[in-house]
């Protein structure tokens, strides 16, 4: 057995002694059963034990923690797991990074509206006319509109961030 008297959570859920060498005690504590319930139940097993198995010990605590990770993702997203995450928190900054752009222009048109009246150049006022008649904020629009239509449909903050998503 891992440690203690108590067999681990593996061993616990897939009722079998605990061996003193057993490759999931480190990693699965009998206080803990749900982690190993959630990596066997979308892994199994004997898949998890072949990769902690093939991994220098150092690197076994990582893994778990990623597995834990990737089990509750797919618990929660079948199709995408971490990929939805990842998608969802990528599209996040996004539409931020544009909120911020559309903030700090128009903190720059404020700026330049309260700036003494300067004599204006014939060239300036072509070029700003040209550069209106672009349209960008239209496009910004449409962006903004394309860009939430993500793999985050069914993804939460609270399930991105949730108690049980990491170990």
């Given at each position: 057995?891992?440690s203690?008297?108590?067999?681990?959570?593996s061993c616990k859920?897939?009722?079998?002694?605990c061996a003193?060498?057993?490759?999931?005690?480190?990693?699965?504590p009998?206080?803990?059963p749900?982690?190993?319930?959630?990596?066997?139940k979308?892994?199994g097993?004997?898949n998890?034990?072949?990769?902690?198995?093939?991994l220098?010990v150092d690197?076994?605590?990582?893994?778990?923690?990623?597995?834990?990770y990737e089990a509750n993702a797919r618990?929660?997203?079948?199709?995408?797991?971490?990929v939805?995450a990842i998608?969802?928190?990528?599209n996040q900054?996004?539409?931020?990074q544009?909120q911020?752009?559309?903030?700090?222009?128009?903190i720059?048109?404020?700026?330049?509206?309260?700036?003494?009246?300067?004599i204006?150049?014939p060239?300036?006022?072509?070029?700003f006319?040209e550069?209106?008649?672009?349209n960008?904020?239209?496009h910004?629009?449409?962006f903004?509109?394309?860009?939430s239509?993500?793999?985050?449909?069914?993804?939460s903050?609270?399930?991105?961030?949730?108690?049980?998503m990491?170990?």
């Amino acid at each position: 057995m891992g440690s203690g008297s108590s067999p681990c959570a593996s061993c616990k859920l897939l009722r079998r002694r605990c061996a003193k060498d057993c490759i999931f005690a480190p990693y699965f504590p009998s206080d803990d059963p749900q982690k190993f319930a959630i990596v066997h139940k979308v892994f199994g097993a004997s898949n998890v034990s072949k990769m902690l198995q093939e991994l220098p010990v150092d690197q076994r605590a990582d893994a778990v923690s990623s597995l834990v990770y990737e089990a509750n993702a797919r618990v929660r997203d079948p199709v995408y797991g971490c990929v939805g995450a990842i998608s969802y928190l990528q599209n996040q900054v996004s539409e931020l990074q544009m909120q911020l752009a559309v903030a700090q222009a128009e903190i720059l048109c404020i700026q330049m509206q309260h700036e003494p009246a300067a004599i204006p150049n014939p060239q300036h006022i072509m070029d700003f006319q040209e550069h209106n008649n672009n349209n960008h904020h239209h496009h910004y629009l449409n962006f903004a509109a394309s860009s939430s239509n993500v793999i985050h449909d069914s993804l939460s903050r609270e399930t991105l961030f949730g108690h049980d998503m990491v170990s």
